[in-house]
């Protein structure tokens, strides 16, 4: 179920984090007793982590961007992959002062930590999710964010009179096909929220396509798109780019080699 270094890391959560232990305890073999309470909590922890719960839901917080984030199964528990993404940004936009559209928030991981890391910014961030928004708006309270919350269909957004525009526009949106499902772990499948995951089979770059048609209308001349993607859509992805008269399209891996990113700008 679990490998060796998962196991560790696990153990050293439940001992460190949750029970307020030090992790040179275990590893001095001293006296390491857990009151009654404690092992009935203990047991309650390994249950559920035999019903394959991730270890960030029954802790109620994930680590993203060295900032805590507040997390429960209406949420996608943040990646690393994502981390690499906002920190593209960060680099790209330092002493911008850049106004940033965060589409699909969930967590609130990535507005909130641009908000933090380029506290000059200007950040909005849409949901379509009530539970989303309300984790997203905890978490900025909890780290002192900035970040404006709105609940927003990212699918059902229609142009209207826009009076601000943004420089940026970032998304790591649902681009998970059903195929692929089979290649999934259970700890994804039967707890992150499929609403959060998913796309039609039959349109993989459902939420890319609006997202940067919304973009055409809400990113000033000269704006970036940064998107999170399926790393086996990225050709289509850039087709799909060039296609609405994007320029400057840029496929990024990520740290394992994946095609991870995608970059364009508005002409």
């Known amino acids: 179920m679990f490998t060796a270094g998962e196991l560790r890391n696990i153990t050293l959560m439940i001992w460190c984090d949750i029970f307020g232990r030090r992790a040179t305890d275990i590893y001095l073999g001293k006296d390491n007793d857990l009151s009654p309470k404690e092992l009935e909590e203990l047991e309650n922890i390994v249950d559920r982590l035999l019903q394959h719960e991730p270890i960030q839901y029954i802790r109620k917080e994930a680590n993203f961007c060295g900032y805590t984030f507040g997390v429960e199964p209406g949420v996608l528990i943040p990646r690393p ?36 890391l380029l506290p000059e910014a200007d950040v909005t961030a849409w949901d379509i999710s009530d539970d989303a928004l309300r984790i997203a708006r905890k978490n900025n309270e ?8 709105t609940k927003q269909d990212a699918l059902a957004w229609e142009a209207g009179e826009e009076s601000e525009l943004y420089d940026i526009i970032v998304s790591n949106p649902p681009y998970i096909t059903p195929s692929e499902k089979e290649e999934m772990e259970r700890n994804v499948l039967d707890w992150e929220p499929e609403l959060a995951l998913f796309v039609p089979q039959n349109d993989p770059l459902l939420f890319y396509r609006k ?10 001349p ?46």
Do not use: H
Not at 87 to 116: F, H, M, Q, Y
Not at 233 to 251: C, H, P, Q, V
């Open 81 to 116: 992959e994502t981390e690499e993404l906002v920190e593209l940004i960060v680099r790209e936009s330092a002493k911008k002062n850049p106004r940033i559209l965060d589409i699909g928030t969930g967590s609130g991981c990535i507005a909130i930590a641009l908000s933090l």
């Open 142 to 149: 909890s780290l002192k964010g900035g970040v404006n919350f």
């Open 222 to 267: 000269g704006g970036t798109l940064y998107f999170e993607i399926n790393r086996a859509y990225a050709s289509e992805m850039k087709a799909m780019l060039l296609e609405l008269n994007y320029t400057g399209i840029e496929i990024i891996k990520d740290i394992s080699g994946n095609d991870r990113i995608a970059k364009a700008t508005k002409r």
């Open 211 to 220: 997202i940067s048609q919304t973009g055409q209308t809400l990113l000033k």
